[in-house]
T-cell receptor, first 117, second 115 residues
């Protein structure tokens, strides 16, 4: 079975400060990890993904995420937060099942990021 | 531009009515999904389909029905058996499910309100 945990329902950060949104995962095989962002009354937008290779993944809007296999984490980061980054962020994971097909994406519960001016 | 189109954006349902939410994609994706999102909460899977004419129940399928007669279309019907249908509904799709490299592409959602 695969699972994702986002331990913080809410993260507040001042504009210009660095931000981190936490995500930990559990899979039986190699993880394929994703971050999505959702603005109010909109669908989820893809930010970045980790498949293999460098542990630091760069994505859209200046976001990056660090894959840490030993800690089974994939935290989302940005060096300098903007008020416009305020949104709901979802971490997701999938792996390959025993049949050789990819499992469905499993989503975390979401973290509401608020960047204060 | 390729993408997923959900319609309508807002939908109002009277008690006891069935309503159908549309989801169309022109990405040539094999798999399609329906999620329900309640305020301040995460996503819950209602139904999914990996190929035409086949679909599977998700975690909260009771009170919902779907069809997949065409690859590009995956409509969701909210029946009168769904006692608390007020929510934000999201449709998603992904290419061939044999490859885990792909995430999902989402539509912009339909907000359903019972009046």
């Amino acid at each position: 079975a695969q699972s994702v945990a986002q331990p913080e329902d809410q993260v507040n950060v001042a504009e210009g400060n660095p931000l981190t949104v936490k995500c930990t995962y559990s899979v039986s095989g190699n993880p394929y990890l994703f971050w999505y962002v959702q603005y109010p009354n909109r669908g989820l937008q893809f930010l970045l993904k980790y498949i293999t290779g460098d542990n630091l993944v760069k994505g859209s809007y200046g976001f990056e995420a660090e894959f840490n296999k030993s800690q089974t984490s994939f935290h989302l980061k940005k060096p300098s937060a903007l008020v416009s980054d305020s949104a709901l962020y979802f971490c997701a994971v999938r792996d390959i099942g025993s049949s050789g097909s990819a499992r469905q994406l499993t989503f975390g519960s979401g973290t509401q990021l608020t960047v204060l001016p | 531009d390729g993408g997923i189109t959900q319609s309508p954006k807002y939908l109002f349902r009277k008690e006891g009515q069935n309503v159908t939410l549309s989801c169309e994609q022109n990405l040539n994706h094999d798999a399609m999904y329906w999620y329900r999102q309640d305020p301040g909460q995460g996503l819950r899977l209602i139904y999914y389909s990996q190929i035409v004419n086949d679909f599977q129940k998700g975690d909260i399928a009771e009170g919902y029905s779907v069809s997949r007669e065409k690859k590009e279309s995956f409509p969701l019907t909210v029946t009168s058996a769904q006692k608390n249908p007020t929510a934000f509904y999201l449709c998603a799709s992904t290419p061939f499910t044999g490859n885990a490299n792909y995430g999902y592409t989402f539509g912009s959602g339909t907000r359903l309100t019972v009046v």
